[in-house]
């Protein structure tokens, strides 16, 4: 074995970190943490976020992509919004073709999404393109369709769907041309488990002869049950 003795301390030669060593090994162990953190990260976020993806988990074609913070048409359509509504029109309009299609759902996953807004602009485009358009407002839980057009919201799909008005006396015009709106109605008990009745399959029949177009305005999918039977009936 080897023994070395100990020696005295020179003051003249402390001992001193190595600054350079310290830096290159400082930049190689944030670099390689930092690209670890991300790459955990992005492995463990599930949520959709391109076309790509939506078409790809829920396997159904993506007709149109909305931007956020758009407005309502109610003062007129302009703005570089009002393009996105006319590619969503003209991709349902080659649906129609191929499925006939007439008779439109629009929902989502939770509240706040945008979809009233989005069923509205939709529809006052549709209708400046010379479509026969009828707008449901079918969210018997938060009609809101009917403030956004500044009527009554009574007598309604609920009246209709109750036997207490006809179709023809609750569909009401509206300052936009060629569209035509049905609002929610009086909410009575037990008028939410009739959306799948036949007095909806008729109102569907007399839309499908007159209109080019309905477009519903339904509850959200989750916690509501309504949405669930108002789908199987549309097209």
């Not at 290159?24 to 949520?47: C, K, N, P, Q, R």
Request: aromatic share 6%.
């Amino acid at each position: 074995d080897r023994v070395e003795l100990a020696k005295a301390l020179d003051k003249d030669a402390p001992v001193r970190p190595n600054v350079v060593v310290n830096i290159l090994l400082s930049i190689v162990l944030g670099l390689g943490a930092g690209l670890g953190l991300a790459y955990f990260v992005e492995y463990m976020d599930t949520s959709v976020k391109t076309i790509d993806e939506v078409e790809q988990y829920l396997r159904v074609p993506v007709l149109g992509v909305i931007p956020q913070r758009t407005k309502s048409f109610t003062d007129g359509m302009h703005g570089p919004q009002v393009e996105s509504y006319r590619v969503l029109r003209t991709n349902l309009h080659h649906a129609k073709r191929s499925k006939n299609l007439s008779a439109i759902c629009v929902t989502s996953a939770s509240v706040g999404e945008g979809r009233s807004l989005t069923v509205f602009n939709l529809a006052c485009v549709c209708a400046q393109l010379g479509d026969r358009v009828l707008l449901v407002d079918a969210d018997l839980h938060r009609p809101r369709l009917h403030k956004v057009l500044d009527v009554s919201r009574t007598p309604g799909l609920a009246n209709i769907l109750m036997g207490d008005v006809s179709i023809e006396d609750a569909i009401m015009a509206t300052k936009v041309t060629n569209l035509d709106f049905l609002p929610s109605g009086k909410i009575g008990t037990g008028v939410h488990g009739l959306l799948n009745t036949q007095q909806m399959k008729d109102l569907l029949d007399y839309a499908r002869e007159h209109y080019d177009f309905a477009l519903f305005d339904s509850p959200p999918m989750i916690g509501v049950s309504d949405t669930s039977l108002l789908v199987t009936e549309m097209d």
